[in-house]
């Protein structure tokens, strides 16, 4: 089992940043992915961005050039830099895990005001 617990979401203005976080703990292998994914109301889930334990990076075109992945393998976690920001970012972003085996977090709120 591995638990992921996120933080970071808020209200904030259009052109602003914010920064999420989520912490993986229990049983973590040592070649994962994890990744950030966002659903606004009414819309599927969808990738926003991604990173490998080897450090190989996927974004959603959307997010190219304003948001940054990053990780720290030896802490477990995962960050989500977010510049830029846009209505349309405006989603509940979901942490997620895989290494065989699929897990979510419970979700943030990422509200960005225009």
């Known amino acids: 089992q591995v638990q992921l617990v996120e933080s970071g979401g808020g209200l904030v203005q259009a052109g602003g940043s914010l920064r999420l976080s989520c912490a993986a703990s229990?049983?973590?292998?040592?070649?994962?992915?994890m990744g950030w994914y966002r659903q606004a109301p009414g819309k599927q889930r969808e990738l926003v961005a991604s990173?490998?334990?080897?450090?190989?990076?996927n974004y959603v075109d959307s997010v190219k050039g304003r948001f940054t992945i990053s990780r720290d393998n030896a802490k477990n976690t995962v960050d989500l830099q977010m510049d830029s920001l846009k209505p349309e970012d405006t989603a509940v972003y979901y942490c997620?895990?895989?290494?065989?085996?699929?897990?979510w977090g419970q979700g943030t709120q990422v509200t960005v005001s225009s």
């Open positions: 229990g049983s973590i292998a040592s070649i994962n992915t």
């Open positions: 997620r895990y895989f290494s065989g085996y699929l897990y």
């Open positions: 990173i490998s334990s080897g450090g190989r990076t």
